[in-house]
């Protein structure tokens, strides 16, 4: 007997229609994918636990859509079960400032992730299914079940063609998520037409070497009870993450059913007459919901999600007074705020102490840090020995039965797959209880994952990557790991910090920055080789992005740097003063924090007078916005000894000196103003 | 019996210790790959078809070291099998200057492709074997063969981690390549130690799944029998691809052997000792070959490989006069010149034309450009109806079983796959004859594939990227899509065209700008709205990069533009003047090739005097090496109409004339110079 009757089909024509609509008063969107996926996201969405009234209810389970462009139908979801979206604002659907974007956008309600980018959402899904996986075995206890959430995803073609999904799939069946559950809509149809032109592969035979459950559902279109089979088996596959291709029909009930064309444009007027007429709807009305269907989402979810959300609320109540430590704990982690006093364990270096390279100086920070916040989850592509993220005592985040770790470890180990750990870290972001994700690479492979880092900064996901190698001053590998546009490139990506800390002060503030901010991503670029400790950095100075390290009155030039090349400017500032040149030297590990400073202290480090010149061992695009002059590496590395190499492109005291003569002498009689004056 | 004897084991023996004293010698490097492959190394290269003293011979068989950290061995391979490799040579690995750098760089003789990022060389191998298809599709003839090598990679579990590895090998079994033959060095160790940790598929079975012919050679330190008839095997294996796993021991005869500590670090020197001891050399020697093992290369490599070339250059002689026009036409290809007066065919606009978007005005050029380039090998990842990049009479590069196409087609199926697109593109680029490949994608998705446009521009690969929907005003399908940073990004990378066209004649530049660069790539970026065609362009001004489109006396400001904001800013022109503001408008379609002009056309373009404002809706980044002011979005875009959105950030004539009337203000009493004038 089936689990399902007629007010299935009523809501499932309901929500075809209702995303149908949308795109066709929009004049513009995807309504063939929700067409065929309406049946399989009634049958998830029927059993899911969730409260509208508190979308982010930590122990809710999660929806991705990584195929995107399905949008409409997500927001006919989040409208049917009872979101904060009325029919009005369907009806807006991609118009500018609407609440219902052209793809699914977090800062909307009840949206678990950015999607659209192909690949991504699925990948996001594995971090979701991470942290989940995380803080089941950090807080459950015998007697308390605080998470036990699943997250289910919806994903096309696309996002299997996508190397980041390939990635993120192999790690998630190398760590056994059972709690991740993934609906393939194998529909045969992409936009180069049917999938037989480029991708022929057998997923199924793909996910099964991963390691992944993978089950098939022949008839997506109509089998409910398949659709439920499959879900709820999948549900039982506590070590496996499960695969389940659904075949469907993209553009289900369209006269151009299975045909790209129904794939990115609205459909005809007629079309959508004789859809409506086929699942017995009015062709003449647009928007309509039965009550009947909100009754029924109302009664078979909203109530008992809301429910459970209150039941899990007094759970978590005895929880705290069972074990008052792990509650405060996890209450502060909820809260988003970080231990109060937890920034007093970043260490603090004088010019004393010894030269260190900041990728050593950052792990001494993850050293000191990681006890006052379990919040902490990091890892490396394959670069641990070489990245230093991990702790002494750092546990793995491993399945049990491989004995190499257990899943309240903190340190993942991500394998070659920088794009991957990329968007599994926006997805442990995103699962929420605080998780604070760093992971380790080469700085110029931190590009291999852009797709990634973009999402973070769009989605305001405040990961962070550390990534070390920052420089030809990696030497001997050479040019296709030497960094040179990628500070350029991350610093012209909007909401996106990128330090290159000097010292183990200015590490200590690229940390402490990092962590503050509850919205931004960071990179922190590190470097391989020992840089000294400066005499008058400290992390207060620091942590506002940028500030005057040596200062002298009446400069002849300022030198502003980063990362390794201010210690060396500072030794250039010497030979210039030997000169009878006097230059103020800058330390800048920050951009975007130091944008965010009173334009009063920003004068202060950039004042008019004198020339600025900028010296970093990468482009210079960029450095025009605070520098008259930019002394940088706009060509590619070489591979040979650190030493030798920045001999060979000048970058050294002499160096530096001749160019800021060259600068001095420029400007000798122009009225020099700040580059920081701006008509608007 | 064995194929093999004493002679093969002191080959092995002596490229081992060849390639650990390299390492040794330079103090930095890799010494555990080298002594697991040795063997393998040897049994491919005794029989591959190569000409030393003819590199570039286009029918030879190509080598792919993917995992390019492994080089030191291939300068050994070099040496022994009679390339410009001495051992002084070698003595210099990884020096400043040396023709050995650290990872394999293909401006070093002999080395088909630049490797070390992994996972790239087994993407530009699919590359080179799609380019071997198609020139033996194009030009064999039954009673001549020009065309019939292999490829052969090298790879490890590094590269197979990489997603941009799963997208070319999934695309690679369904283009059916079977000459392609690439060795998974299972090693089971990567820097993290053993792969357990984090890599755990099988990976067997996945490449069964992509379609591809999977062999295991369980001893691949010491079976030499084994890996011959895998290698004869997979030869035969003519429509797959084959993956050859296998098993080897990272480190081979160290004391360390099977440990990640071998993987890249020196060997300790009484491990080199005993290591020699073990392969009855003497431990006090280094860098020794013996005679008979040149003797030998020489004999069944050397010697045939040169013969063989001579027959092919008789044959193709023989091919020249029985086929002339083909014969004519691969002579020119092979020389690496275009045809005489091809660019006659470039479209010419005049205002009078309609507004068009510059995809489809692109699609125009490939179209009208096509019959007289057939080197030209295009494609698009998925979105050829968006990308416009197929002409009309195209045949899509299939396997004929398939019915879809054949491999004498120039257009390639990418499916969903930019980062492999972009890999492969380099490798079909890398094989020779002329091969100029191009691919489609959003603007904002050749991010995806940054990893692989950093190496075209790294090797020199003239690709093309055809980068549609280059802004906000793709609409509707909001910031996940809409690039920002893209174009900073892109621009400070070295050796790289970033065009971004405003209208059909430059549009037309872009393509001719980028089809006659033979060593730099190019991205250009299309708008998907129309355009109109402006009054001033022309192919032969866009072709310097930038000019003056719009001039006027006596200049209070001017203003510079790309793409579809150069029309707005000429109208924002007509606003000024009716303000008693004179401006100039600049079109600067592509930085690259404008900083190759003379100082004095550059300044002509941009004088002194009064101040320049950039306009361009992305990121303004960069743009102050030109502009005193830039008006830009610093900001992720919204879903929306293109027209509302660029209404809502004010990029319309008037916001634009706005911000040009404060810039005026702002310099007034100044003293203005231009930009381009710098200290150094």
């Excluded at 956008?105 to 659209?116: H, K, L, N, R, V």
């Excluded at 200590?508 to 840089?531: D, E, M």
Aim: aromatic share 10%; glycine share 8%.
């Amino acid at each position: 007997m089936s689990a399902f009757s007629d007010i299935d089909k009523l809501a499932i024509s309901t929500l075809r229609l209702l995303s149908v609509d949308q795109v066709e008063k929009a004049n513009s969107g995807h309504p063939g994918a929700p067409l065929g996926l309406a049946p399989a996201a009634h049958v998830i969405w029927r059993q899911m636990r969730m409260n509208p009234k508190q979308p982010d209810w930590i122990n809710r389970d999660r929806f991705v859509l990584s195929n995107g462009h399905s949008v409409a139908l997500l927001y006919s979801l989040l409208h049917l079960f009872g979101y904060d979206y009325s029919i009005e604002d369907l009806k807006q659907f991609r118009q500018y400032g609407s609440k219902c974007p052209g793809h699914p956008e977090s800062d909307s309600p009840g949206i678990d992730i950015t999607t659209g980018p192909l690949g991504q959402g699925v990948s996001n899904a594995v971090g979701l299914a991470i942290a989940q996986a995380n803080l089941a075995a950090t807080y459950n206890k015998p007697d308390y079940t605080l998470s036990d959430s699943f997250t289910y995803v919806f994903l096309g073609d696309g996002c299997l063609q996508e190397g980041v999904s390939s990635e993120a799939s192999s790690l998630a069946g190398h760590l056994q998520l059972g709690n991740l559950i993934c609906f393939y809509d194998d529909n045969q149809i992409t936009i180069d037409g049917n999938t037989n032109v480029s991708f022929t592969e057998d997923v199924c035979m793909r996910y099964e070497a991963y390691g992944w459950e993978v089950l098939h559902v022949e008839n997506g279109n109509e089998d409910l009870d398949a659709i439920l089979n499959a879900l709820e088996q999948a549900k039982k596959s506590k070590d496996k993450p499960t695969l389940i291709k659904m075949t469907t029909t993209i553009g289900y009930g369209s006269l151009n059913a299975g045909s790209h064309s129904v794939h990115g444009s609205p459909l005809k007027p007629d079309d959508v007459k004789q859809l409506k007429k086929k699942f017995g709807f009015n062709p003449d009305e647009s928007f309509v919901v039965p009550q009947e269907v909100y009754d029924f989402y109302n009664k078979t979810v909203i109530q008992p999600g809301m429910k459970a959300c209150e039941e899990w609320h007094k759970t978590f109540e005895g929880y705290c007074s069972t074990y008052p430590e792990l509650g405060s704990e996890l209450k502060r982690r909820l809260a988003y705020e970080l231990p109060e006093g937890w920034e007093k364990a970043l260490p603090t270096f004088t010019p004393k102490d010894s030269a260190v390279a900041t990728r050593k100086l950052s792990e001494g920070v993850l050293q000191a840090i990681h006890s006052y916040l379990p919040e902490l989850m990091g890892g490396s592509a394959d670069l641990t020995s070489s990245n230093l993220t991990r702790w002494k005592e750092a546990v793995d985040f491993q399945p049990p039965s491989t004995g190499l770790g257990d899943y309240s470890g903190k340190y993942i180990r991500y394998g070659v797959r920088e794009h991957g750990m990329g968007a599994i870290m926006n997805g442990i972001a995103a699962f929420g209880a605080g998780y604070r994700p760093y992971g380790g690479t080469f700085l110029n492979f931190v590009s291999y994952a852009s797709g990634a880092v973009r999402l973070s900064a769009l989605s305001g996901h405040p990961v962070i990557w550390v990534a070390t190698h920052d420089s030809i001053g990696l030497g001997e590998d050479g040019p296709t790991h030497q960094p040179i546009e990628t500070l350029a490139h991350f610093r012209a990506m909007p909401n996106m910090q990128v330090w290159r800390p000097a010292d183990g002060n200015e590490v200590s503030a690229a940390y402490l920055a990092s962590l503050t901010k509850k919205s931004t991503p960071s990179i922190i670029a590190l470097s391989r080789q020992n840089l000294p400790q400066l005499e008058g950095s400290s992390i207060e100075k620091a942590s506002k992005g940028g500030y005057v390290l040596q200062d002298v009155a009446n400069a002849d030039i300022t030198l502003v740097s980063t990362g390794s090349e201010v210690s060396i400017s500072v030794d250039a500032a010497k030979v210039l003063a030997k000169k009878n040149i006097k230059a103020r030297v800058v330390s800048l590990p920050d951009f975007y924090t130091f944008d965010q400073q009173s334009e009063e202290y920003q004068l202060s480090v950039f004042p008019d007078g004198a020339p600025i010149m900028s010296i970093e061992v990468l482009a210079t695009s960029g450095w025009a916005k605070y520098a008259h002059e930019s002394f940088g590496l706009d060509r590619f590395g070489a591979s040979g000894k650190a030493s030798d190499l920045f001999k060979a492109f000048e970058f050294t005291p002499e160096g530096i000196a001749k160019r800021a003569e060259k600068t001095v002498a420029f400007y000798k009689n122009q009225q020099v103003i700040s580059p920081l004056h701006k008509p608007f």
